[in-house]
């Protein structure tokens, strides 16, 4: 940690590890992407929880003492960081999703998906059928969107699938966290394995959509996170299309698909020339996110190839 300990002297306050913090980052070749977009604002994250300081912390801790505690911690948490290049959620075991603390390591990818401001919206105006009483999470990692859903919308019952039992128990984990245990459950499955006869209202998922091009040129930080929640065949859709040729068997006739399929999305309209996808916009960020009414999916049922 010499390298970085050399760079200036050591910060005496909260405002200075922040600069400390910020341009040490904005001078490695780090990738932001994991919670956050630029260094400022991985900065803050980093210093605020070494010091023990609520995440919304606003200007006026900034004058506060650092501690030689909190400054050896934020040292070797920022060498890891930039060396080993461990996305932050991780080093810190914590990440947010849709103004959610969740439970975040190795097990699973880290939250980062554009359905949270579907979710705050409460699906509208895609959803209109009548107030969802059951909710899905395919591939649903640690739980982030199923959490989300059950969270904001308290009428909602929801099962967390997912074919990884290391991602299913950080899942459980993030349950218990929220004290969602009453409503959502968390359930090993080969996607619709498991719920074979059940229906829902609405079914979440952000599958693995990374084709190989891609999979092979991600920043080191990639690299952390488990393959088996990101690598999904040369073109990025081999669970998409076992999604479409399930995804209307477990649904109501008034239900609804929300899958991601992020830089796969050109890929899946060239598979289905015929089907008119719907692709949310998004106001604050994120793409290659679809919408299919249970309809859509019977009308087009001939279609998909799973």
């Known amino acids: 940690m010499s390298d970085i300990e050399a760079t200036q002297a050591r910060p005496a306050t909260v405002g200075q590890a922040l600069q400390f913090c910020s341009e040490s980052l904005a001078a490695s070749d780090v990738y932001f992407g994991h919670g956050t977009d630029n260094p400022w604002d991985e900065a803050v994250q980093m210093v605020l929880a070494v010091a023990a300081l609520p995440p919304d912390a606003g200007g006026d801790v900034l004058p506060l003492p650092l501690d030689d505690a909190a400054w050896d911690r934020l040292r070797r948490l920022l060498h890891r960081r930039i060396h080993a290049r461990i996305p932050l959620p991780y080093l810190l075991g914590r990440a947010w999703f849709a103004g959610l603390q969740l439970r975040c390591d190795e097990r699973a990818i880290i939250p980062r998906s554009p359905l949270a401001e579907l979710i705050l919206n409460e699906f509208r105006p895609w959803y209109s059928g009548p107030p969802p009483r059951r909710a899905l999470d395919l591939c649903c990692g640690g739980g982030?969107?199923?959490?989300a859903a059950a969270h904001y919308m308290p009428q909602l019952t929801v099962d967390l699938l997912d074919i990884d039992?290391?991602?299913?128990?950080?899942?459980?984990?993030?349950?218990?966290?929220?004290?969602?245990?009453?409503?959502?459950?968390?359930?090993?499955?080969?996607?619709?394995?498991?719920?074979?006869g059940m229906r829902y209202d609405l079914i979440l998922s952000n599958p693995p959509y990374v084709n190989a091009a891609d999979l092979a040129a991600?920043?080191?930080?990639?690299?952390?996170?488990?393959?088996?929640?990101?690598?999904?065949?040369?073109?990025?859709?081999?669970?998409?299309?076992?999604?479409?040729?399930?995804?209307?068997?477990?649904?109501?006739?008034?239900?609804?698909?929300v899958m991601e399929v992020g830089n796969s999305a050109q890929a899946l309209?060239?598979?289905?020339?015929?089907?008119?996808?719907?692709?949310?916009?998004?106001?604050?960020?994120?793409?290659?996110?679809?919408?299919?009414?249970a309809r859509e999916l019977q009308d087009y049922s001939a279609s998909w190839r799973g």
């Open 218 to 257: 991600m920043p080191a930080e990639f690299r952390c996170e488990p393959a088996i929640a990101l690598a999904a065949g040369t073109d990025g859709l081999a669970l998409a299309h076992r999604i479409l040729a399930g995804a209307a068997a477990v649904l109501h006739d008034t239900g609804l698909l």
């Open 144 to 147: 982030c969107i199923g959490l």
């Open 269 to 293: 309209e060239q598979a289905y020339p015929r089907v008119p996808f719907t692709w949310v916009e998004f106001e604050h960020g994120g793409h290659g996110v679809l919408v299919l009414s």
């Open 165 to 196: 039992p290391h991602a299913l128990q950080l899942a459980a984990e993030n349950i218990a966290q929220l004290q969602l245990g009453a409503r959502v459950r968390a359930l090993h499955s080969d996607l619709f394995q498991a719920v074979e």
